[in-house]
């Protein structure tokens, strides 16, 4: 694998040998010796144009942890400030000897961009561009799913529902997952208020939505910063008709409940079913951490 920009670039088998592979890292990370040589004099630059917690500093330690350098690359105080372009940055980076570049980008098709048009010879992940996709948060869903439901390695998620919920016009998570999940055999229903919504989604509110018995339900953030104008009348509203309250996953006892996080907790989920029993949103982020570091093992792998 030369690049990662879209859940497109895999096949099935291709999901599932990265979903395994990080299923063996994450044992790694409970040892005392977290460190492999994988990546010993490789160079990875975490080119990030957008805020991020969860992906920026798991990538950066998935790098570590298999003995890359890494840089951290923060826009805000770089020469961008002088107009410079995403182009002579990203070729700059090269220069100086990244042979991967891990970019967070606000336009859909940066990385794409990067990938393609010949600019760069380095590996280029997407951790983000725009409203489009988000692959390695797919990735490490898929392995917090598979998890969930007792699947074991080679397999992918056959027979299951997943219920994703919210701003899925915003939503990159959605764009990845949306091509994830079927891929690797699950059906995926979405459901959220018909401004946020393809026109294919027609349930009436999330209780509606629920009654087609998903196994999971993945909550999406309300994106406010990507939004023009009032894309729904209140907040209060839309927590009242799309929010994942506790009593809603009460009458849902099995549901495993996932969220990409940053979370709006008491919009588009409350505290108790964030921090409930089907709660596993804070094993998607340890699960980040093992699917980024078998996404840049095989990076490298795909490059020699
Ligand atoms: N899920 C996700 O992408 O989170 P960050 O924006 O914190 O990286």
Redesign the pocket.
């Given at each position: 694998m030369k690049h990662l920009v879209s859940i497109g670039d895999l096949t099935r088998e291709d999901a599932i040998s990265i979903l395994d592979h990080a299923s063996e890292l994450l044992t790694l990370n409970m040892q005392a010796n977290k460190k492999l040589p994988t990546l010993q004099s490789k160079t990875v630059v975490n080119l990030f144009f957008e805020?991020?917690?969860?992906?920026?500093i798991s990538f950066e330690l998935a790098a570590k942890r298999l003995s890359a350098d890494v840089i951290n690359f923060n826009a805000s105080s770089s020469s961008l400030a002088k107009g410079e372009s995403l182009k002579d940055t990203a070729q700059t980076l090269e220069a100086l000897g990244a042979d991967a570049v891990v970019i967070r980008h606000p336009s859909s098709g940066a990385a794409h961009n990067l990938a393609n048009r010949g600019w760069l010879t380095a590996g280029i992940v997407n951790a983000?561009d725009g409203t489009n996709e988000?692959p390695t948060?797919a990735l490490l869903d898929a392995l917090t799913l598979r998890d969930a439901f007792g699947f074991a390695k080679g397999e992918g998620l056959d027979g299951k529902r997943i219920l994703i919920v919210g701003d899925i016009l915003h939503s990159r998570?959605a764009g990845s997952n949306l091509l994830l999940l079927p891929l690797l055999g699950a059906e995926v229903v979405v459901a959220g208020p018909g401004t946020l919504t393809p026109q294919d989604s027609n349930f009436r509110d999330l209780d509606h939505a629920l009654q087609m018995q998903p196994d999971a339900v993945m909550m999406l953030r309300v994106q406010r910063e990507r939004m023009a104008g009032n894309m729904f009348p209140s907040e209060r509203e839309y927590s009242k008709f799309w929010g994942l309250s506790a009593e809603r996953v009460t009458k849902n006892p099995n549901i495993i409940v996932l969220h990409?996080?940053?979370m709006n907790r008491g919009l588009e989920i409350s505290s108790r079913a964030a921090d409930g029993s089907g709660s596993r949103i804070l094993q998607q982020v340890s699960n980040g951490l093992a699917v980024r570091m078998a996404v840049l093992h095989r990076l490298f792998e795909g490059a020699e």
């Open positions: 805020n991020s917690t969860r992906t920026k983000g988000h948060q998570v990409p996080g940053p």
